[in-house]
């Protein structure tokens, strides 16, 4: 699956145009989240919450252990860069682009044409419940 370059696509339900020949991987979770190796070293609190999150996440379903090594060397790098004490762009923009190589972002993803969809709540739609405030606002029903 080869990563587009341009501005990010958009969800396929926001898609007027709906011609196209790709399909789109859609990943529906598990119950539970996907059991991820231990860190194994003393990580900076934002590179763990960032392994735990990656764990729950819908692409982890697909995460071989060459993966989850990578994750592992993303968090300690990022651990290095977050406890070094200054800013090292370059450092941060390295790390970054193994996060995206690991699918962690909405961006990352709909490059590679992924969708992760949750459980609705069967709630009303927020893009409706937005419309009808609006409309309020405005004084237009």
Same mark, same amino acid.
């Given at each position: 699956?080869?990563?587009?370059?341009?501005?990010?696509?958009?969800?396929? $339900?926001? @898609?007027? @145009?709906?011609?196209? $020949?790709?399909?789109?991987?859609?990943? /529906?979770?598990?119950?539970?989240?996907?059991?991820?190796?231990?860190?194994?070293?003393?990580?900076?609190?934002?590179? #763990?919450?960032?392994?735990?999150?990656?764990?729950?996440?819908?692409?982890?379903?697909?995460?071989?252990?060459?993966?989850?090594?990578?994750? =592992?060397?993303?968090?300690?790098?990022?651990? @290095?860069?977050?406890?070094?004490?200054?800013?090292?762009?370059?450092?941060?923009? #390295?790390?970054?682009?193994?996060?995206?190589?690991?699918? /962690?972002?909405?961006?990352?993803? =709909?490059?590679?044409?992924?969708?992760?969809?949750? #459980?609705?709540?069967?709630?009303?739609? #927020?893009?409706?419940?937005?419309? $009808?405030?609006?409309? @309020?606002?405005?004084?237009?029903?």
């Amino acid at each position: 699956m080869a990563a587009t370059r341009g501005p990010i696509p958009k969800r396929s $339900d926001q @898609r007027r @145009r709906r011609n196209q $020949d790709e399909p789109i991987t859609t990943i /529906t979770p598990g119950d539970g989240p996907v059991d991820a190796p231990p860190l194994g070293f003393p990580a900076h609190a934002l590179a #763990a919450d960032w392994y735990a999150a990656l764990a729950e996440s819908g692409q982890a379903l697909y995460f071989e252990p060459s993966d989850w090594a990578a994750a =592992r060397i993303l968090a300690y790098d990022l651990t @290095r860069h977050l406890n070094s004490g200054r800013v090292s762009a370059q450092m941060l923009a #390295a790390v970054w682009s193994g996060m995206a190589d690991l699918l /962690t972002t909405e961006a990352a993803r =709909r490059r590679v044409r992924m969708e992760i969809e949750r #459980a609705a709540d069967d709630g009303p739609d #927020a893009g409706v419940v937005a419309l $009808d405030d609006y409309r @309020r606002a405005l004084g237009a029903g």
